[in-house]
């Protein structure tokens, strides 16, 4: 394969992973995703991810994700890029996810890695996966790297070998690894675009040449999320780095430690939808809820005098 130009678009600055919201009765709960998209859409972010790892799209079932694509592309700007997460266990599966999504408006989909087999998904696998998935779409693919979850990590080469294909325009990488992110940068063409998987690393990935991120937390922080980005861009390093250090341990609450349940917790404290989550996962306890309440109020994102209804 010889290196030709990227297909054009630009994934530059922020992108929360948006939750899927559901009702007490387990059903999705279309209206509250329009009305948290209303919501974050009055930010300047770049964009959604929609039906990502915060989205609990492992738990829905086609219907249910079909509709939830089409339900917020209706309700996101134009200008605002839709990334669909369309990743799946075959090939064949994930080409014909992702050429839906397409027809439903979504400008990027988001490639989890196929995991299940995980001895099996060497890189030439992977790769092969990933090529024969780009060459099928309609719209540009991005691969999604999330070893916490997958225990599949695709290494640097790999990721190098899939980014020559034109179709194949970026890399969410989830994994944390700032030195392996520094050398996919290296090794990729200058047009692919390296999105950091968590506000925990951030900023050090902007450094180390990300052009934005994917972000649970700015799903409820999203203009610190963007703050920490455009300080960035402005050279004002010290105040970016001081922002980062601050939201680190909100960012922590709503991922390693409370996981999606601490996220949609977060959420109803602030005035979104949270609501809860699908089963098998948990909801959180009453004290749970009272460390994250804390937590968000040493972070300046909830004053002290909240209390979260039982």
Known sequence: MTDTPKTQISLAGVFPPITTPFDA??????????????RWNQYDLAGYVVL????????LDDEEKLRVLETARQAIPAHKVLV??????????????????????????????????????????????FLAVAEASPIPVLLYNVPKFTHVDMD??????????????????????????????RQTPPDFQVLAGSAGFFFAALTLGAVGGVLALANIAPQQCVDIYRL????????????????????AAVTARFGIAGLKSALDMLGYYGGPVRAPLLNLSAEERESLREILVQGELLGSSFRFSQ
């Open 52 to 59: 990502g790892s915060n989205g609990e799209a492992v738990y």
């Open 156 to 185: 640097a080469a790999a990721i190098a070998r899939a980014a020559r294909h034109p179709n194949v325009v970026g890399l969410k990488d989830s994994s944390g690894n700032i030195t392996k992110l520094a050398d996919i940068v």
């Open 84 to 129: 669909a997460g369309t990743g799946c266990e075959s090939t064949r599966q994930t080409i014909a996810l992702t050429r839906q999504a397409a027809r439903l408006g979504a400008d990027v989909a988001l490639l989890l890695t196929p995991h299940y087999f995980d001895s099996k998904m060497t890189s030439d696998s992977l790769v092969h996966h």
């Open 232 to 251: 960035y861009q402005a050279g004002r390093w010290d105040e970016a780095a001081e922002l980062q250090r601050r939201m680190i341990p909100v960012n």
């Open 25 to 38: 009765e387990g059903n999705v709960a279309y209206q509250a995703l329009v009305d948290n998209l209303e």
